[in-house]
């Protein structure tokens, strides 16, 4: 587990070097097991920037909600639980409030398909999940839901969530979702784009099957 920590530590320092995260915000998770063999995932600890921050200060959580660890986990840990309980085949959770996602989810609204790079996602637009206090409940409930057949969704005045089969697939996403809401609202500026019909993600999403870092292989 502690080349687990060691991982999850490097992908947050890298959100912060790519601009992604800024001093306490956002938060990662992986599932693993504790030396017990239980089940359960590490979690990056509430009210820690980065740079502070050190292994030993990754918090490791049940999927009771119960964490193990000298710090208190990040105060998301409901939305990182739910996810990794809902889909079986994601093993790692990023939020992030980066710039162009958080910008792009004050307007509540879905981003079409007005590039083809939005199939990375795993279909025809990136949902925006309504509003909800941070660290509640419903928000978890909403992500859940925003995130059916997705690997990333919005937060309505809020952020991003993306989520992977590995940490580095989930970076991946992020970083490449956090670009397209920057195409997208530059695109807006200047009229509403085109966007491609069902048929054409439909083609997209089988070439991604075979395709590079998105490939499902």
């Known amino acids: ?18 601009g992604l995260n800024r001093g ?20 990056t600890p509430s009210g820690l920037p980065v740079d502070k921050m050190s292994p030993a200060d990754i918090v490791w959580m049940d999927f009771a909600g119960h964490p193990t660890g000298s ?63 941070f660290g509640s409940q419903q928000l978890s409930d909403y992500a859940v839901l925003a995130l059916q057949d997705r690997k990333a969704c919005l937060l309505a005045n809020h952020g991003m969530i993306a989520v992977g089969e590995t940490l580095e697939k989930a970076f991946n996403i992020t970083v490449e979702v956090e670009t397209l809401c920057e195409q997208y609202l530059r695109a807006l500026q200047v009229a509403e784009p085109y966007i491609l019909t069902e048929q054409e993600m439909l083609e997209v999403q089988e070439k991604f099957k075979s395709y590079g870092a998105w490939s499902e292989k």
Request: aromatic share 10%; charged share 15%.
């Open 71 to 133: 710090r208190q986990p990040s105060s998301e840990w409901r939305f990182h639980l739910d996810i990794l309980k809902h889909k079986p085949d994601v093993n790692a959770v990023i939020h992030t409030h980066s710039m162009f996602a958080s910008t792009l989810s004050t307007f509540r609204r879905d981003m079409p398909a007005f590039h083809y790079m939005i199939a990375l996602a795993g279909g025809d637009s990136i949902r925006c999940a309504p509003y909800a206090l």
């Open 24 to 43: 306490t915000s956002g938060n990662v998770s992986v599932r693993t097991h504790n030396e017990a063999g239980q089940s359960g995932f590490l979690i």
């Open 1 to 18: 587990m502690q080349d687990q920590r060691e991982q999850l530590l490097y992908i947050s320092q890298q959100l912060v070097s790519f």
